[in-house]
């Protein structure tokens, strides 16, 4: 196996899990917006663009708590999470 091959593969395996950390973290608080998100392995940061943070962090931070249990699950790592407020319109093409 080639090393771009091998590459390639570990990106889109890490594509899922991001994707299904999402998927999960709003099944879990009944969220059914949108976001971008980046997961930054090396400093075990997620990070999550909305136009609402308030409601994805929670009351209190409960559904951060939640964002980061999953975070662990999935990856077995401690993961700081920062919320970033997107202040303009978001385009969404499909």
Do not use: H
């Amino acid at each position: 196996m080639d090393f771009e091959k091998i590459v390639a593969e570990s990106l889109e395996e890490m594509s899922e899990r991001n994707e299904r950390v999402m998927k999960n973290f709003f099944y879990r608080i009944g969220y059914k917006g949108i976001v971008g998100y980046e997961n930054d392995l090396g400093k075990k940061v997620f990070t999550v663009w909305t136009d609402k943070p308030g409601i994805l962090i929670g009351k209190g931070g409960q559904n951060a708590c939640i964002l980061k249990d999953i975070l662990k699950e999935e990856f077995g790592y401690d993961y700081e999470i920062e919320f970033k407020e997107i202040k303009c319109k978001m385009l969404v093409i499909v």
